[in-house]
């Protein structure tokens, strides 16, 4: 499991063991993670991944679910080449290594990933999920892409966008109670900017007990006590997902 001390637990010891029945594709110059489900729809999800990066078994897994539901789901590598985050690099090298992948600067590979769902998808209402570092990306695309209909921030990094909350569209935020990187105060003071200046219906969610990265954690290392918390972030997902989509 994660260790706590850690600035970001999203941890490979959390990992699915799990193979995904999407496909990887190159778009323009980016590659991606595809999955479409068997009947046609002309909805689609963009997921953005962790420091994990796109291949990450956990987010492949959640791309499929989002299928499963009746979404094509596409995962970019919103790195573009570069190397994700691994468990076994070193922890005080963190910082450095996140000041050249910023969650802010990803709007040319969202424009280019909208681009292909419209025109080799066929989707024309688009939301857009992400976890940690991409939860802190999703912020701040529904801060400025209208073009996106919906978000669901995940465990997203408040600090990296703060005081910027003027919402374009719908946006769910899950927190989980027990996540060390994200104090419960930061989630406090979101809900209570979002209320001054958000314009658009909103939702912000804290688990009881939940850890950073519960949501697309490892199905084995669920515990008895997590697991109805685990599964009500993901039918929460799905829903907010479904009512705006």
Known sequence: MANESRPCPCDIGDRFDYGGRG??????????YVCKPSAGTDKAVIVIHDIFGWQLPNTRYIADMLTANGY???????????EAWKPSNDWASFEDWLKTRDAGKIDKEVDVVLKYL?????????????????????QHLMLKNPHLKTGV??????????DKYS???PTFFI????????PLEQVSLLEQKLKQNCKVDYEVKIYPGQTHGFVHRKREDINP???????????DMINWLNKYL
Do not use: M, T
Not at 72 to 82: E, H, M, S, W
């Open 23 to 32: 496909q990887e594709v190159q778009v323009e110059h980016i590659k991606a």
């Open 72 to 82: 094509i789901a596409i995962c970019p590598d919103c790195f573009v080449g570069q």
């Open 118 to 138: 419209r025109e080799q998808c066929g989707a024309k209402k688009i939301g857009v999920i992400g976890f940690c570092w991409g939860g802190a990306a999703v």
């Open 153 to 162: 921030s995940l465990y997203g990094v408040i600090s990296r966008f703060e």
């Open 167 to 169: 919402l374009l569209n």
């Open 175 to 182: 927190f989980g109670e027990k996540d060390n990187i994200i």
């Open 225 to 235: 006590q997590d697991k109805p918390y685990i599964e009500e972030g993901r039918k």
